[in-house]
């Protein structure tokens, strides 16, 4: 069945160190991937997906992300982290083919310490 | 711009309530969602709609029901609320059920059933 795993459920990272926030999926298929970010009291959105070709892929917001399909990761990366970045961040995946929608990962929450 | 609407944003209802979320789509988009968000768990499907109409069970249906009537509208209606389905519930619309579609998402609504 398809699923969408976060390992790290609560992430601190320094102000201006970098960041990496791991994603693995389990899908029959091409996986089609998507992360998105939520503020507090905020509702969701996107800050990049992958489709195919290039498995590096640009987001907004300085964000990217590494598609592995021999790791089956998805692990979102920033170079320098801000403390605007402070929100809950959450990995899925694209199952429409199998009968069902995107499918999400349990999250992790990024705190940035200055 | 309005994109995905959701009504109301806050609601306390009584066990054994019913009560209708209402979510409305300005982007003609073909595909609706409604997710349900509870702390440590993501985001779980309750129910979508592949076009007006037409309704499917997600992950987690039971005491919910939904309905499509118009393209821009997808209702979500519980008959009679429990505790349990205390919860922040998000709607979402995508184009289609492509794989490559990126879907939007409301604002939220916190329910609380006391």
């Known amino acids: 069945a398809q699923s969408v795993t976060q390992p790290d459920i609560h992430i601190t990272v320094s102000e201006g160190a970098s960041l990496e926030l791991r994603c693995n999926y389990s899908?029959?298929?091409?996986?089609?991937l998507f992360w998105y970010v939520q503020s507090p009291g905020q509702g969701l959105q996107l800050l990049l997906k992958y489709f195919s070709g290039d498995t590096l892929v640009q987001g907004i917001k300085g964000f990217e992300a590494e598609f592995k399909r021999s790791q089956s990761s998805f692990n979102l990366r920033k170079p320098s982290v801000h403390w605007s970045d402070a929100a809950e961040y959450f990995c899925?995946?694209?199952?429409?083919?199998?009968?069902?929608?995107?499918?999400f990962g349990k999250g992790t929450t990024l705190s940035v310490s200055s | 711009n309005a994109g995905v609407t959701q009504t109301p944003k806050f609601r306390v209802l009584k066990t054994g309530q019913s009560m209708t979320l209402l979510c409305a789509q300005d982007?003609?988009?073909?595909?609706m969602y409604w997710y349900r968000q509870d702390p440590g768990m993501g985001l779980r499907l309750i129910h979508y709609?592949?076009?007006?109409?037409?309704?499917a069970k997600g992950e987690v249906p039971d005491g919910y029901n939904v309905s499509r009537l118009k393209k821009q509208n997808f209702l979500l209606g519980l008959e009679s609320a429990a505790p349990s389905q205390t919860s922040v519930y998000f709607c979402?619309?995508?184009?289609?059920?492509?794989?490559?579609?990126?879907?939007?998402f409301g604002q939220g609504t916190r329910l609380t059933v006391v």
């Open positions: 899925a995946v694209g199952a429409w083919q199998a009968g069902t929608a995107l499918i």
């Open positions: 979402a619309s995508s184009y289609d059920g492509k794989q490559n579609t990126e879907a939007f």
């Open positions: 982007m003609n988009h073909e595909y």
């Open positions: 709609s592949v076009g007006e109409g037409t309704t």
């Open positions: 899908y029959g298929a091409t996986p089609y």
